[in-house]
Antibody
């Protein structure tokens, strides 16, 4: 069965960076893209960007351009999301999610979420 | 950027009744529209993609309709486990693949 297992919770100071991992299993990793979505406390869902696990192509939300980098490691079937210059409003649960199918980029399978807290 | 607007923000419905949730896009997204359910403390779960295709394991009481800019999620015969927050998302134009702000479905 498809599983996405994310790394554990992080506490960071303003200005620092965080790197969240998302290890995939149960399918051929390079076949599907991975999206990253975040959710601030009590708020809705925010799409952050997408990476092709096949060739590493990325597409980021404009508001995060320059601060976010998404990568993937096909040898370990793991996707990564790094966010730099952290601010207090980056405090959120960060989710990775796999594309539903080759033609539908809806997020069909989700990781359990990683809480990132930014606080001085 | 495409703006997705969901209505109502909160919907109160009795168990066993039907719930109808709406999602409007600021420009056409064709049928590239998904619906998600999220319960407290859990990751979202995909219910519908392609505007009307149920994801694997989703009960038949969930149905989606619409295309272009107007979409509807209908939940028939509401069960206790259906009370949650529902989000729509367009994946036609990026970046970003925008989400609606959510509709909270609560027990009446």
């Amino acid at each position: 069965q498809v599983q996405l297992v994310q790394s554990g919770a992080e506490v960071k100071k303003p200005g620092a960076s965080v790197k969240v991992s998302c290890k995939a299993s149960g399918y051929t990793f390079t076949t599907y893209g991975i999206s990253w979505v975040r959710q601030a406390p009590g708020q809705g869902l925010e799409w952050m960007g997408w990476i092709s696990a096949y060739n590493g192509n990325t597409n980021y939300a404009q508001k995060l351009q320059g601060r976010v980098t998404m990568t993937s490691d096909t040898s370990t079937s793991t996707a990564y999301m790094e966010l730099r210059s952290l601010r207090s409003d980056d405090t959120a649960v960060y989710y990775c999610a796999r594309d539903q199918s080759l033609i539908a980029a809806a997020a069909g399978y989700w990781g359990q979420g990683t809480l990132v807290t930014v606080s001085s | 950027e495409i703006v997705m607007t969901q209505s109502p923000a909160t919907l109160s419905v009795s168990p066993g009744e039907r719930a109808t949730l709406s999602c409007r896009a600021s420009q056409s997204v064709s049928s590239n529209l998904a619906w998600y359910q999220q319960k407290p403390g859990q990751a979202p779960r995909l219910l519908i993609y392609g505007a009307s295709t149920r994801a694997t394991g989703i009960p038949a009481r969930f149905s989606g309709s619409g295309s272009g800019t107007e979409f509807t999620l209908t939940i028939n015969s509401l069960q206790s486990e259906d009370f949650a927050v529902y989000y729509c998302q367009q994946y036609n134009n990026w970046p970003p693949y925008t989400f609606g702000q959510g509709t909270k479905l609560e027990i009446k």
